[in-house]
């Protein structure tokens, strides 16, 4: 008799037992996406009016930086979280921080090469 109260008495606090809420983060969102720029939002259809020749070099440093990306974003996804001691975590994820860091400064190098391309008219009407 006494194992069948037990038991009934562990099903019940089994199912009486409510998960905790989820966590909602109380900080505001972003208003807007963030969005970095890069050579190929130059040639988006209603962007600058750049003359033939400026269209082919923002077309060569956008073909750079999408190889320079896909090999970045493949050795980032590459990565995976090591499990085991504090020094081997860390490791891994200063791999990923390094490699975050390339790719922004690749991206930023980019973007700062085609806007060269324009003339100063040009650059002011993307800096708005």
Known sequence: MS???AVGVVA???AAAKPAPPR????????SPLHKPEPADLLR??????RPAQKHAVQDIDRRWQ???AALTEAMAR??????R?????????DYSELSRRYDATRSKA???ALAVLDPAQRAQVAR
Not at 24 to 31: A, C, D, K, N, R
């Open 3 to 5: 194992l069948v109260l």
């Open 12 to 14: 019940y606090s089994l």
């Open 24 to 31: 909602v983060s109380q900080l505001p969102g972003p208003t």
């Open 45 to 50: 259809p209603g962007g600058q009016a750049l």
């Open 67 to 69: 190889a320079d990306k």
């Open 79 to 84: 990565i995976q979280p090591r499990q085991g």
């Open 86 to 94: 504090v020094d081997q975590v860390q490791a891994t994820l200063q």
């Open 111 to 113: 973007w700062e090469s």
